[in-house]
Structure formats: structure tokens, C-alpha cells
């Protein structure tokens, strides 16, 4: 009878362990099935300073059960109206085609003020405004307060910067402690109307749809690589002021399915 060569099996076993080893660690410093989209890896380093890279995923908003709200279905739209200096531009053929209106600042306040005349009574709506005077809200969030509105349209002065980004998480905050307001229940969109390209949309875009508020935005004779083509659930490009009463109009029809996981692959992500 053969003997066994002990040794020799013992060499084969230490071998193969070794393999089953390596092939092991190899495999789990390969990427994994992350969903994350590339483009939200790649733009990790646009965050706004002191916010901690996150995943993509909606955020659950919980409800303060001393709140004092009421369960409503009530519709709320907050407005973000661009009054930054290039709205004083003259408009031309290509841009306002009207020349009734000497400039873009007097041609959005007649569109603003012709869509509000089909804003039903029942609809809350607040207004956000960066001019000569500053960066501020106008308007707070509310239904009896059309003349108001009107009013704060018509003191705009434009000058100034575009910070799109800034207002668009404040409107986003007043949309989500109305939704609180409401127990969880109505309708929250963010209408945004710029003549301008701003930095940090996306950041601020996400902001807003983890906290399940859409963006509508109307670009006013801007080009059409618009950020926020990428990032609103409605994006509409106006060349005349007939153009943006429409876009406005079309704010009040029936919301879009809404789901910030298949937010776009351009989104980077945002912290809580």
C-alpha cells in the first residue's frame, strides 16, 4: 500500500486557502451596485460648505404633534421672482417681442398679474423676491392676499445678483412647515422665474425634492442650457411675456408623478 504524502496535501490545502484569500479581498474592493448616480459622485465636491455628502433619498418630514394643524387639501404655490439687474434689459425682437413693454421687469409683472387673475381663492400663495432692495420674502404663504402680491410684483426694482439657490431652499422651508400645517396632506410647488443663471442649483434642487417639493421654473430669454432644465419637473423656456403667462399657467395643472430617486443622473446629493 502507497502512503500518503501528509505533507504534500497539507502544501495543496495552504495553496488554495491562500487563493480563496486574496480572491475574497480583491472582490470586495470592487465597486459595488451602488445606486448613486456617477454625475452625483462626481459633483460631491459641489456641496455647499458644511453639508455632509448623502445618498439620495427622500426625507421622511416628520409632523410636531403640538403642530395645532389641520388636515387639509388645500393647493400651495410659493413663487420665486427674479429681480436681479439684467431683468431691467431692454427687450428686443428675440427677447420680450412686444415692444410694449420697455423692458423684461414690466413685461413679467403684466404676465404675473394676467396669470393671477385664474389663481382660484382657495390657492395659498407666497412670494420670494431678490432686487435693489435685497433678498427677502414679500409675500408669506397665505390664501387672502392677491392685492398684497400685486402690490410687492409691482416694487420690484431690479438690480443686483441672482442667488436662485438661497431662495430656493427658503420657499422650500415655507412649503414644507405648511406642509406640516396641513397634516401631511394638499399639493407644494415652487415656481421659479429667472432671466439668470445662478451657481449651486443642483445642490439646491435637491434640497427641495428630498423634501418632496417640485420645481417649476420658466426660464425668461435665457439659453437653453438652463440648470434648471435638469433639476424642476417643468421647465419651460419663454421668449415673450405671452410665453411666460402660460408657463405660469400651466403651474396650476395636475402634478407630475414625483419620485426624487429617478431625479435626473446630473443630481449630487445633499444632507438632511
Known amino acids: 500500500m502507497k502512503k500518503t504524502n501528509w505533507y504534500g496535501v497539507g502544501v495543496v490545502v495552504l495553496v488554495c486557502l491562500v487563493f480563496v484569500f486574496v480572491f475574497s479581498c480583491s472582490d470586495s474592493r470592487s465597486p459595488s451596485s451602488s445606486k448613486v448616480p456617477k454625475a452625483a459622485i462626481e459633483e460631491k465636491k459641489d456641496v455647499s460648505q458644511g453639508d455632509q455628502w448623502n445618498e439620495l433619498k427622500p426625507i421622511n418630514i416628520k409632523i410636531p404633534e403640538n403642530i395645532g394643524g389641520e ?19 431692454r427687450t428686443t425682437s428675440d ?23 385664474n389663481v382660484p381663492e382657495d390657492v395659498n400663495i407666497g412670494l420670494y423676491v431678490f432686487d435693489f432692495h435685497g433678498r427677502r420674502e414679500v409675500v ?86 438652463h440648470p434648471l432644465r435638469h433639476y424642476s419637473v417643468s421647465y419651460r423656456a419663454a421668449d415673450s411675456f405671452e410665453d411666460l403667462k402660460k408657463g405660469l399657467e400651466e403651474t396650476l395643472a395636475e402634478l407630475p408623478s414625483f419620485d426624487v430617486t429617478e431625479f435626473q443622473e446630473q443630481n449630487t446629493g445633499e444632507n438632511q
Open 71 to 89: 388636515a387639509k387639501l388645500t393647493r400651495n404655490i410659493y413663487f420665486i421672482m427674479d429681480g436681479s439687474g439684467s431683468m431691467n434689459e
Open 95 to 117: 427677447c420680450g417681442g412686444d415692444q410694449e413693454f420697455r423692458d423684461k421687469i414690466t413685461g413679467a409683472r403684466w404676465a404675473i398679474k394676467k396669470f393671477l387673475e
Open 140 to 225: 408669506p404663504l397665505g390664501a387672502s392676499n392677491r392685492e398684497a402680491f400685486i402690490s410687492a410684483v409691482d416694487a420690484i426694482e431690479a438690480s443686483g445678483t441672482t442667488p436662485l439657490a438661497e431662495a430656493i431652499r427658503f420657499g422650500t422651508d415655507q412649503l414644507v412647515q405648511q406642509y406640516k400645517k396641513q397634516l401631511g396632506y394638499g399639493e407644494f410647488r415652487l415656481v421659479v422665474v429667472t432671466d439668470g443663471i445662478a451657481e449651486e442649483i443642483p445642490g439646491a434642487a435637491i434640497y427641495a425634492a428630498r423634501r418632496g417639493i417640485p420645481i417649476y421654473a420658466i426660464g425668461l430669454c435665457v439659453e437653453a442650457n
